[in-house]
Structure formats: C-alpha cells, structure tokens
C-alpha cells in the first residue's frame, strides 16, 4: 500500500541546520509536500516540489528529492527557535485524486 | 481570505452523546476530506468527497459520519462517541482542478475529549 515515513523526533542548537527525511512508496506523485504544524495550531503548507526537479531552494528552506530512492528531504539553514514544530511530509495518493498521504510528522526541537 | 473553517476548536464530552463538528471552505472546492491526527500516527484519512452527494470511506472511517448536502460544507458526525475517538481533528479541502496536485488547505483544528 500507499506509505510515507519519517523520523519523530530532531533535536538541534539554535543556528545549526536541521535535516529532516522521508521516504515514500508510490512514484507517481508529480508534487510532493512538506507542512509545517506550529504547537496549537492547523498544518500550513510550507513548500513543495515538482517531481522532475532535484532541488528547490527556498530562501532558508531547501528540499532534496531523490526518485530513485524515493527520497525526500527538508534542510533548514540558521535553524532558529521558532522553527520549533512539527513537519509532515506528504505525497498525493496514487489511487484517490486529491487525497495526501501523511508522514508521522518530526517534530523539530530547537535549543538555544 | 480563503480559509478552511471548523467549529467547535475544543470539545469535552461523554461516551454515547451525539456530536458534529462543522467545516467549511470559502474557496469553492469540490474535494474536501477529514483526518484525525494521533502522536506517532500522523495523520489519519477518515472520510471524503469528491463533489456534492459524493462521500466515501477513508482509511479510518468506523464510528463517523459525513454528509455534504452542499459544496461549502462538510460535517463530521459523532453518532455515539467512545474514549478512543479522543483526537485531534482537521478539515481540509482541495482544488482538484488546480495547478499542484493534492495541495490540501486544512482548518484550524478540533481537540475532541470524550470521557
């Protein structure tokens, strides 16, 4: 079946780069997703790339896509304190237009 | 503003009463789902909807109910709520005609308590 995964928890120093992976099951995606969970609140898309591009650099947000693996990643760059939150990875099913595969979220702990 | 709307934002209730937490969207979309999210689950489909009269089971549908008698809307139904359907719950809804596939915009969030 259709399976996104992702590490539940990072923990990192203010000012280092946070790294968060995910792998997926299906490769039929042409979008793939991250959202990002602030404590308290709805999920908000934070970006996203097409799936014939490699790398999508987004001001501090970089994200890495490696189909053969299918591989996902989200670097953070000068990872600061309200970057605290969880971070979904997720991939339109295959099977069900308009549904969104979840990761379980990692969520992402910064200490100053 | 285009928004995802739900009410109510927390809800603390009792084993067996009936209880429905509305959504609705402003953005005209015709595919509109719900999950619940659970540590360490993610976030879990419950039902969707295609359009209009149009529902359908998700990967978590037992003890719910949907209905969507309108494009706007999209109740989630509680006939008989149990302890294990404490949750986080999230609307959200989908521009299936739109330029990034599967892009969802989701709501705020009902913290659902039932003891």
């Known amino acids: 079946g259709e399976d996104v995964e992702q590490s539940l928890f990072l923990s990192v120093r203010e000012g280092d780069s946070s790294v968060i992976n995910c792998t997926y099951t299906?490769?039929?995606?042409?979008?793939l997703y991250w959202y990002k969970q602030e404590p308290g609140a709805g999920l908000q898309l934070l970006t996203y790339?097409?799936?014939?591009?490699d790398m999508k650099q987004d001001q501090r947000l970089t994200v890495l896509l490696n189909k053969k693996d299918k591989h996902l990643s989200l670097r953070i760059a000068d990872t600061q304190t309200g970057d605290s939150a969880i971070y979904f990875c997720?991939?339109?099913?295959?099977?069900?237009?308009?549904?969104?595969?979840f990761g379980q979220g990692t969520e992402l702990s910064v200490k100053p | 503003e285009a928004q995802v709307t739900q009410n109510p934002r927390y809800l603390i209730t009792v084993t067996g009463k009936k209880l429905t937490v509305t959504c609705s969207q402003n953005?005209?979309?015709?595919?509109m789902s719900w999950y619940r999210q659970d540590p360490g689950l993610g976030l879990r489909q419950i039902y969707y909807?295609?359009?209009?009269?149009?529902?359908d089971k998700g990967d978590v549908p037992e003890g719910y109910k949907v209905s969507r008698k309108e494009k706007r809307n999209f109740p989630l139904i509680l006939e008989s709520p149990s302890p294990n359907q404490t949750s986080l719950y999230f609307c959200?809804?989908?521009?299936?005609?739109?330029?990034?596939?599967?892009?969802?915009?989701f709501g705020p969030g009902t913290r659902l308590t039932v003891t």
């Open positions: 959200a809804s989908t521009d299936t005609s739109g330029k990034r596939e599967g892009e969802q915009y």
């Open positions: 299906d490769s039929s995606s042409t979008y």
């Open positions: 790339i097409f799936s014939n591009m």
């Open positions: 997720a991939v339109p099913s295959y099977n069900q237009g308009g549904k969104l595969i």
């Open positions: 953005m005209n979309h015709e595919y």
């Open positions: 909807s295609m359009n209009v009269e149009v529902t």
